[in-house]
Every structure is written in C-alpha cells, then in structure tokens.
C-alpha cells in the first residue's frame, strides 16, 4: 500500500481544492443531450439556452481566477463588453455601403467613422479583437497590479472601478458607442444571415462546443503544474515566493484567460442576443457573474456551467413576472450560498456523494460548524 | 569547464571562496527601532551556525533581511560573491538561500507531496509550469525527502492536517528540497518534544556539508546535540561567538538571559 501510494500520489497533480465534475460518465450524455436541443427545445428556448451557455465560459474563467487563483474580480463586464463591442461594430460596419456611417452616428451628427471604429470593418480584426482586446488590457493591468501586491479586497475595488468607468464611458461617448442604448440591429454576421433557424442553431452549436472546448482545457490547465502553482500561491503567496518563484506572472496568466473567456463570452452573447449595452458590462452584472459562479461552486468547472445556467433561467423567470424582485432574489441567494454552502452547487453534490444528504441536511438544519 | 574555473579560483583565493553568506554592518530600522544595529555575521560552506539571544533580539529579523522580507536600511549582505541585498525576494531563493518560518509556512491546503513537489521543481519561471510531467530526478529527490521527514505514509494527506511538529518536519524538508546552498531555519523544534527534537538534531546535522545551516533555536539541550559553533545576539547587536560550552559559561551571555528571565518572572 505504500509503495503504491508513493507512485501514484506525486503526480495526482495535486487535486486538493479542485472539485472536478461529478463522474466522466455522465458528461458524454450531457453534451450530446445538449448538441440535440435544437430538436428538443422551442427556439425562444434554444436561443436563452444559447446565451447562458455564453455566459458559462466566462463562468469557467473565474473559476480559474478566483476559485483557483484567489483573486475577486468585480470587473469580468468590462471584457465581456469589450468582447460583445468588437463583433458588434463589425456587424454594424459589414451591414454599410462603403462610406456610410451606422445610424446612429448619423442622428449624432458625426460626418466620419471615429478611426478606432476603422480596423472592425474586417472579419479578422473583429475575431481577433474578441479575444486580444480583453486579453491585453487585462494582462498589462493585472501586471501593473500585482507587480505592487495589491491584492484580496482592493484588487476587486479596483476592478468594480474599472466596470464603472467602463459603462460611464460607453453612455458618456454616446455618439461613438451608440450611448445608452448600445449597438443593436444586426443583419448579417461573417455571410451568415441572423434570425434563420440555421444561424440560431449554428451559432449555438458553435457556443456549445466552445464550452466543451475550453471546460477540458481548463480542466487539463488546472491538472497541470501550473493550476497547482496558482492554488498555492492562492493559499500562502508569501510562502511560495520564498521558495523562489514570482507569483505575478501566474496570477496575470490566469486573468488574462479570465478576460480572454469573458471576451469570447460577450461576442457570443451578442450574437445570441442581437445587442450589446452599457447595462450588459456594468458593476451590476460584473457582481451577478460573480454570484453565478459562488452558486455553481468557484473551484468546479461544472458546477460554474451549471450555477451560471440555474442563476439566470431564475432571473428569467422572476425578472419577467417581478422585475423590481431579481436584485433583492439575488443577494438572498448569494447571502445563502456564501453562509451555507461555500462550495456552492458543486460542493453539495461532492458532499452528498461523500458522505450523504443525510449530513448535509443536518448541517443545513442544525447549522453545525465546519 | 565550470569546475577547472573554480578550482583556479579556490587556488589563488582560497579564505574567499570559502565564504557563502557575508553580512555587512547591517542595520533594520523599524520606523526608529533598531532591530538589527550594525550586524555583522559571515557564514562558511558547508558549516553550521547557532544563532540565539533572548526574545526580540532580532533572529528572525536578520533571516527576514537575508531573504528579502524585511530590507535592510543600511549595509549589505553578500551571497556567494554578489550583493544580493536588493534582489527581489525569489531572486534570493533561486540564488540559493531557503528559509523556514518560525510558525510553519507549509500551504495547508495542498497534499504533503505537492507541498515537496513544489519546492523541488527546478525551473521556477512560469512558463515552464505548463506542463504535467514530472522530472524522474524530482520525484526521487521528493520520495528520498518524504522517507527523511518520516512522513511517506502521509504523502497524500492535506498538510494542513498534519500535527504541528510534522509541520515543522513537512517545512525542513521544503527548504531542503529546494537544494539551496544556505538553509535558514527558525525555531525548527517548537512545538515538539524531547524525542522529535533529537530526531531533529540528527535530521539536520545530516544536512551539514551539502548544505549550510543556519539554526536559531532556544532548547539548550537541543543546542547541545546540534554541537555548533554559536553566535549569541542582542538587541540587534553581535554578543559573543563561541562554543556551545563556552556560550554556557559565559557570563555576558547569561546577563542577558538572566536579565530575560527575570523580567519574565516579574511579569508571571
Ligand atoms: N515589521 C516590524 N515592525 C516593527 N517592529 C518589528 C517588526 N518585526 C519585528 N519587529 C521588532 O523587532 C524586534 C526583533 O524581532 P524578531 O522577531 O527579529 O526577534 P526574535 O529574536 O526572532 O525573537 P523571538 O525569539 O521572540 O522569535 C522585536 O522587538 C519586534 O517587536
Ligand atoms: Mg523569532
């Protein structure tokens, strides 16, 4: 036994911390579950399906920020709407005559294309802006960031700053960024015609396998050295610095996939959703990304999929027949999950299968200290 | 290529190139308050040192400025030949100085082997973390450690559920794992008993030679079954340096103690 054991546990990757999903097994019939819900599904179904999927991957990029890494981003909006403005000024440009200017711009008296606005006029630059604009502006911020170790409470006050700068700017440069009401009405994307059945369901297909895509490379990323690096710097940054390593770089690399994944989350998303606007990139919904993601349980990656899905068909449902309800369901559950269940959805399920509800029911009722 | 250079240079300096750790008139001031006040210490290769003084004297405050942790407001401290009192701190580590923290800095929510793995990968730049192999050379180094410190049958267990003296083991074999040339090793047997002490004196003379050491412990009979040369500190300041025997029955050395050990009956 011991020899055994001395074989295999070094290179177990060091799974402490990690809760992977629930048995390999039932992820195969999940996914292809999933692949056929265009069958399955009404399309106003498939397309809410469609957009919580997007959201998911930007779900899956904090569990690689906070739950591994330890870092609380209250800005992820911020990529997200970077990522949903770059496909969007595309979309808008490739709808015009060569010369013309969005509508908008012309209600606001603008006589030429802001020059920032020039370069989304090609597919590739907005592809590339998807996932490089959030990408290198949270790498070169982390980096001046953590270089000084600042870090915990006033790294996430610093973020929610940028998430409000960010929605002030985009409604304060409204001529330029379509203001308040952001960028809609969108006809065609890369030759595809939006509103068709086949682009609705290429374009989820298209989600779906992109969240199948990046939950095994997370999975595979936090498995390697570098997810075991991230964790114990997450646990005693000091102690790892004194055994020679330089923590910033890991937290930067896992930011940055944070804001890579939150960018490619937007561009999705307004796609699905046929808009993008100040209100989808705000402080608001910076925290309820946060929450899907404390519900689902932030060290697993299924379980950020399934928070981030479970969340928001809630606020679909509540905000459609309360409106003035969501914010307050909100903080009850966030406020709930983080006194009762600190591993989230995920935790539960580990829970239950390690030691059954029966517990878990107990610690529910009695309140038992952990 | 390596060796013939440092053989020639053993040949024409030969004091120098015994020397791994020089500290050089090294002051800490704490916003007025002279932790360390013109300290001066020299460690050779594979030599052991004791350091000791009474609480607050400044022990842990010199492995802080040799490490990097606390900066040093003046003089310098010289590591092999390089000034190295400015680096940043994992600049230091990789240059080949490890220390253990006087509460046990072991990442409690990692497995013990993790805990050692970590402290074993050689390339520590962070691209090179991108993988999931594990070096051969590694993995036996960790093994060979896990058998020292005793703790192989808790390889998989969360090192935070270990007892405090397997902590204090799970450390040591950390910093060792490192293979720095200068352990650093702050209070290594708090917390223990008589038996894990002496299995820690004798861990650790094993370690002399291949590694220097630096101890700082207050356990007299520890100290002796150490049977190193000691420095004696106090309030930041150089006292005495000598053997365990002749600290013992120095009477400089117990005024300072004994002045300790008064003030603390007083108090009690
Ligand atoms: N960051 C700091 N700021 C201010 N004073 C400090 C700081 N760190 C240490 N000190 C003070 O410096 C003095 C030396 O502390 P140090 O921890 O080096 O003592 P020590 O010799 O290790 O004592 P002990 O035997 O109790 O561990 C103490 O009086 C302590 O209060
Ligand atoms: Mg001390």
């Known amino acids: 036994m011991d020899m055994s054991m001395r074989k295999e546990t070094p290179l177990s990757g060091g799974l402490a911390g990690v809760t992977l999903g629930r048995p390999m097994a039932l992820t195969l019939p999940v996914v292809v579950l999933a692949a056929l819900a265009p069958w399955l599904v009404s399309a106003y179904e498939l397309n809410l399906l469609a957009r919580f999927l997007a959201m998911a991957l930007l779900a899956m990029g904090l569990v690689l920020v906070w739950g591994q890494g330890g870092v609380l981003s209250l800005g992820q909006g911020v990529f997200f709407g970077l990522g949903g403005y770059a496909i969007a000024m595309h979309m808008k440009l490739a709808a015009l005559a060569d010369g013309d200017l969005p509508d908008f711009m012309v209600w606001s008296g603008l006589d030429a294309l802001p020059w920032w606005w020039v370069p989304f006029k090609s597919p590739l630059v907005a592809i590339l802006g998807v996932v490089l604009v959030p990408g290198a502006l949270a790498a070169l911020f982390s980096w001046a960031v953590f270089r000084r170790r600042v870090g915990g409470v006033y790294f996430a006050l610093i973020t929610q700053a940028l998430a409000l700068a960010f929605a002030t700017l985009l409604i304060s440069q409204q001529p330029s960024t379509g203001g308040f ?34 939950f095994v490379a997370l999975r595979a990323l936090m498995a390697s050295r570098y997810g075991l690096l991230l964790r114990a710097i997450r646990d005693g940054e000091n102690r790892i610095r004194f055994l020679g390593y330089d923590p910033t770089p890991f937290k930067v690399v896992a930011f940055t996939i944070g804001a890579v994944l939150a960018g490619l989350a937007g561009a999705l998303f307004t796609l699905h959703a046929g808009v993008v606007s100040p209100a989808l990139v705000g402080v608001v919904p910076s925290i309820e990304m946060v929450i899907w993601v404390a519900v689902g349980g932030r060290n697993s990656l299924a379980g950020a999929i399934a928070g981030t899905l479970a969340v928001n068909l809630a606020k679909d449902g509540v905000s459609s027949a309360f409106p003035d309800l969501w914010l307050y369901a909100l903080g009850l559950v966030f406020v709930l999950v983080v006194t009762l269940l600190p591993g989230g959805l995920a935790g539960l399920v580990a829970d239950a299968g390690a030691t059954g509800w029966g517990k878990r029911l107990k610690t529910l009722i009695i309140g038992e200290a952990k | 290529m390596s060796a013939q250079a440092t053989a020639s240079h053993i040949g024409t300096t030969a004091p120098a190139s015994n020397l791994l750790l020089a500290m050089d008139g090294v002051t800490v001031d704490f916003d007025g308050f002279k932790a360390l006040n013109g300290f001066s210490l020299t460690l050779d290769r594979g030599t052991l040192r004791v350091l000791i003084g009474p609480n607050g004297a400044g022990k842990s405050t010199l492995c802080d400025t040799i490490i990097g942790r606390v900066r040093a407001t003046s003089g310098r401290v010289i590591f092999k030949d390089q000034d190295i009192t400015h680096l940043p701190e994992h600049e230091i580590v990789r240059r080949g100085i490890c220390r253990k923290f006087q509460t046990p800095g072991v990442l409690p929510g990692l497995s013990v082997v993790d805990n050692l793995m970590i402290a074993a990968k050689r390339d520590r730049r962070w691209w090179s973390s991108f993988r999931h192999g594990v070096a051969a050379e590694e993995k036996a180094r960790v093994a060979d450690i896990l058998e020292t410190i005793g703790l192989a049958d808790r390889a998989a267990a969360p090192a935070g559920q270990l007892a405090h003296g397997e902590k204090q083991w799970l450390e040591i074999g950390m910093v060792v794992a490192t293979r720095a040339d200068l352990l650093l090793l702050d209070e290594p047997t ?66 300072v103690y004994l002045g300790r050990a008064k003030e603390n009956t007083h108090h009690v």
């Open chain 1, 181 to 214: 009401n952001g960028l809609t009405d969108f006809q065609t994307v890369m030759g595809l015609e939006l509103g068709t059945p086949a682009a609705a369901h290429g374009l989820y297909w298209l989600t779906l396998a992109l969240v199948v895509g990046v």
């Open chain 2, 190 to 255: 708090a917390g223990m008993g008589p038996a894990e002490t002496s299995q820690t004196a004798t861990l650790i003379r094993r370690l002399v030679g291949q590694h220097t050491v630096l101890v700082i412990d207050h356990d007299m009979s520890f100290l002796e079954q150490l049977d190193a040369r000691v420095t004696v500190m106090h309030q930041g300041q150089f006292l005495k340096e000598g053997s365990v025997a002749a600290i013992r029955a120095d009477a400089d050395v117990a005024a």
